[in-house]
T-cell receptor, first 110, second 114 residues
Framework: DAKTTQPTSMDCAEGRAANLPCNHS???????VYWYRQIHSQGPQYIIH???NNETNEMASLIITEDRKSSTLILPHATLRDTAVYYC???????????FGKGTKLTVNP | DAGITQSPRYKITETGRQVTLMCHQT?????MFWYRQDLGHGLRLIYY???????DKGEVPDGYVVSRSKTENFPLTLESATRSQTSVYFC?????????????FGPGTRLLVL
């Protein structure tokens, strides 16, 4: 499994964009980059995933570098409800588990 | 409502007791998973199941038993609870294990073993 490096914590002002980086320099060619988040006392929630191309959905955008060694999750207009721990997870499929690291604790401030 | 549910949401038990945590999903997903979450360890996989009557161990299976007689249910049993099994338990499901299969998680069961 590819290892990831994420900042331990980040702060963001409400209404501003939150940019969460992730390094995954050992990611293999067939591993997707998944992002989940976990709001306090809740189960992990899927956000977005991608392989090579940038992706966008109703929750966030995902920017993957051309060499695929890093990615950035963008929450375009962060709200207080986006305060959570965000996990970047390379996932190949065919393996039986998602490997959750320590993640980044994002705090959105009013 | 469709989704994945867990019961009970909170449980207090005593050392040596048997306790069963329930997980139910309405999507007819093939795969189901049990994770535990402890401070300092993140989420760790206990057991998973690829289909009814097919189960396999994850990274921390000791002290746990699972069964999957029906696709929609995946109960986790602690046969003789220990204090080290105090944790938050999450159930998850996914359609399959292809590269783009997303795992969806339940709300969790908070278990305290005294």
């Amino acid at each position: 499994d590819a290892k990831t490096t994420q900042p331990t914590s980040m702060d963001c002002a409400e209404g501003r964009a939150a940019n969460l980086p992730c390094n995954h320099s050992t990611i293999s060619g067939n591993e997707y980059v998944y992002w989940y988040r976990q709001i306090h006392s809740q189960g992990p929630q899927y956000i977005i995933h991608g392989l090579k191309n940038n992706e966008t959905n109703e929750m966030a955008s995902l920017i993957i570098t051309e060499d695929r060694k890093s990615s950035t999750l963008i929450l375009p207009h962060a709200t207080l409800r986006d305060t959570a721990v965000y996990y970047c997870i390379p996932f190949q499929g065919g393996s039986e588990k998602l490997v959750f690291g320590k993640g980044t604790k994002l705090t959105v401030n009013p | 409502d469709a989704g994945i549910t867990q019961s009970p949401r909170y449980k207090i038990t005593e050392t040596g007791r048997q306790v069963t945590l329930m997980c139910h999903q309405t999507w007819s997903h093939s795969y189901m998973f049990w994770y535990r979450q402890d401070l300092g360890h993140g989420l760790r996989l206990i057991y998973y199941s690829a289909a009814a009557d097919i189960t396999d161990k994850g990274e921390v299976p000791d002290g746990y038993v699972v069964s999957r007689s029906k696709t929609e249910n995946f109960p986790l049993t602690l046969e003789s609870a220990t204090r080290s099994q105090t944790s938050v338990y999450f159930c998850a499901s996914s359609e399959g294990l292809a590269s783009q299969e997303t795992q969806y998680f339940g709300p969790g069961t908070r278990l305290l073993v005294l």
